[in-house]
C-alpha cells in the first residue's frame, strides 16, 4: 500500500462491508449467534441496521480469553500440550511479545476497529435510518456506541498502560476512532483521552438505550444494565472507587440474581442462560485455548475449605492435576454478570474504608458459593480482617468466582503486578514484579499498515 494511504485497515474491505452488507438473520433462539446470510443490501431499513450490527456482535473477538496464557492460571504439560497448540500459544503463555513464532495466535486489532468503523457509521447515519420506530433507533445507536466504548476500552487495556500504574495524561495508548472515515490516518492517543471518550460513549448509550435486560437468546446485545456494568469497570480500572461503587450497585438493584452452588441443578455462571448473564457476548475459555494445559496446581490449592467452586469449576484427575470444567463450548459467554458487579462493589467500598457495606456485599457471593457449614465462618473471619487482609480477601474472591473468564490478566494489571514463574520441560520463564511485558505492544502487523503507531514503543 502506498505510504500516502497507508490505513489501519482496508479500505476497500470496510467500503464494501458497508455497502453490501449480507443482511443476517438469527436462525434459532437456541443456538446462541447462530447466522446465516439471506442477501446483500445497502443498509437503510431499521431492519437492515440491526442486521449489521448482529453481524458485528458475531464476530466480536474473543481476546479477553486469550488473556488467560498469560496469567498465573494455567500450566501447560509437556506429556499433553501439541505441537500444534507450543506454536500457537507458546511464546503468549511465556510473555514473548517481542520475537515470537510466526504461528502465535495474534490479538484482533484490525477485528476491534472494524468494529468501532461500524458503529462510528451507526452513529453517524441515524438520523437516516428508515422503517423503524424512533426508540428501536435510539436502542441500536446506544448500542453501537456501548460498541465502541467497549471496544476501545478493552484496546486499551490490551496494549496500554495499566491506569493505575502511569501518568494517564501522558502515556500514550491506542488510537481514538470516533468518525467513520476510512481515509483517516490515526495516531496513538493518551491513556486518559481514550478513558474519558469511553465513559463518555457510556454516557450517549445511556441516553439511548431503552431495553433494560434482554431475555436470554439476545443478552449477546448491549442494555441499560450493561451500560453501568460497564462504567462499573471501567471506574474500578481507574481506581475511581466512588464512581465504581454506585455503578456497581446499580447494577445489583437492577440484576441481584446469583447461581446458587449450594443447590442442585445450578447453571454454570458464566453460561448465557444463567440467571446471572447480563451482557453474554464474549466467548469464555474457548474450546481452543481450554485444551492447551491444565489450571495450576497453586491457584487449586488457593481456594478455601468449603469453597463450592473448586469442585464446580474444577474436576480432580489426580491429586496435583485438575482439567476446567468452566468454557469451552458455545454456551459459555459472559461478558457481564452480576457476581462480577458485587465483587466491583465489595472491592470499592472496602477501598474506601467502608468495611461493613463491603462485608454486605459479599454475604450474598458467600452464601452461595460455600458450604453451608462454612459460610458464617467465613464471614466471621471476613469481620475479623484489617482494610488491606479484606481488600486482598476480595481480590482473592474475584480470582477465584471470574477465573479463566479473561479478567485475571487485567486484574494483575491494575493492583500488584506480581512475580509469576512458570516452568515447562525444566525451563523457568519469569514475569517479575511490575515487568514492562503487563503491557504488551502493539501489533506489528498494525505498526507495518500504520507506522505512526510505533511512535514511543
Not at 447466522?35 to 448482529?54: D, F, M, S
Not at 462510528?120 to 456501548?146: F, L, R
Request: with cysteine; hydrophobic share 40%; glycine share 4%.
Amino acid at each position: 500500500m502506498a505510504n500516502d494511504t497507508i490505513k489501519m485497515w482496508n479500505n476497500k474491505f470496510l467500503t464494501r462491508f458497508i455497502l453490501l452488507f449480507p443482511l443476517i438473520t438469527l436462525l434459532s433462539c437456541d443456538k446462541f449467534l447462530d447466522i446465516q446470510p439471506t442477501g446483500k443490501v445497502i443498509a437503510k431499513t431499521g431492519e437492515e441496521y440491526r442486521a449489521l450490527l448482529t453481524g458485528v456482535y458475531n464476530n466480536f473477538p474473543d481476546d479477553r480469553s486469550l488473556t488467560v496464557m498469560r496469567t498465573d492460571e494455567l500450566t501447560l504439560d509437556p506429556a499433553t500440550t501439541t505441537n500444534e497448540d507450543l506454536n500457537s500459544y507458546f511464546d503468549i503463555w511465556r510473555w514473548n511479545d517481542i520475537t515470537p513464532d510466526e504461528n502465535t495466535a495474534s490479538y484482533s486489532w484490525r477485528r476491534f476497529y472494524h468494529t468501532i468503523y461500524i458503529a462510528n457509521y451507526i452513529i453517524e447515519h441515524q438520523s437516516e435510518i428508515t422503517e423503524a420506530k424512533a426508540d428501536e433507533v435510539h436502542q441500536m445507536v446506544g448500542e453501537a456506541y456501548m460498541l465502541r466504548a467497549y471496544s476501545h476500552f478493552i484496546l486499551a487495556n490490551l496494549f496500554g498502560e495499566p491506569y493505575t500504574h502511569c501518568n494517564p495524561a501522558t502515556s500514550l495508548t491506542v488510537p481514538l476512532s470516533v468518525a467513520a472515515d476510512v481515509d483517516a490516518v490515526l495516531s496513538r492517543s493518551t491513556l486518559e483521552s481514550v478513558y474519558q471518550q469511553v465513559l463518555s460513549d457510556i454516557d450517549s448509550a445511556k441516553q439511548n438505550l431503552n431495553v433494560t435486560t434482554w431475555e436470554a437468546s439476545l443478552n449477546y446485545r448491549f442494555s441499560l444494565v450493561s451500560a453501568d456494568a460497564l462504567r462499573a469497570r471501567v471506574c474500578l480500572y481507574m481506581g475511581r472507587w466512588q464512581e465504581a461503587l454506585a455503578a456497581a450497585k446499580a447494577v445489583i438493584e437492577a440484576h441481584p440474581d446469583l447461581e446458587d452452588l449450594t443447590q442442585t441443578g445450578y447453571t454454570m455462571p458464566d453460561n448465557y442462560k444463567s440467571v446471572e448473564a447480563i451482557t453474554s457476548l464474549e466467548q469464555v475459555m474457548k474450546s481452543a485455548y481450554k485444551g492447551v494445559g491444565n489450571p495450576t496446581l497453586a491457584f487449586i490449592n488457593s481456594f478455601r475449605t468449603g469453597d463450592l467452586r473448586k469442585n464446580r469449576f474444577f474436576k480432580a484427575q489426580t491429586s496435583r492435576v485438575y482439567t476446567l470444567l468452566k468454557g469451552g463450548d458455545q454456551l459459555c459467554r459472559s461478558t457481564f454478570r452480576s457476581a462480577e458487579a458485587y465483587l466491583t462493589a465489595a472491592e470499592s467500598a472496602a477501598r474506601l474504608g467502608d468495611a461493613s457495606e463491603a462485608i454486605q456485599l459479599l454475604t450474598p457471593l458467600v452464601q452461595h458459593r460455600y458450604l453451608a457449614a462454612m459460610q458464617s465462618r467465613v464471614l466471621t473471619e471476613v469481620s475479623a480482617m484489617n482494610q488491606d487482609e479484606l481488600i486482598d480477601f476480595i481480590l482473592s474472591e474475584r480470582a477465584h468466582e471470574l477465573c479463566y473468564e479473561g479478567h485475571r490478566w487485567f486484574d494483575l494489571r491494575r493492583t500488584t503486578q506480581p512475580r509469576i514463574e512458570k516452568t515447562y520441560n525444566d525451563v523457568t520463564y519469569v514475569l517479575e514484579e511490575h515487568d514492562s511485558r503487563y503491557t504488551m505492544p502493539i501489533p506489528t502487523s498494525a505498526i507495518s499498515a500504520n507506522p505512526g503507531l510505533a511512535t514511543e514503543q
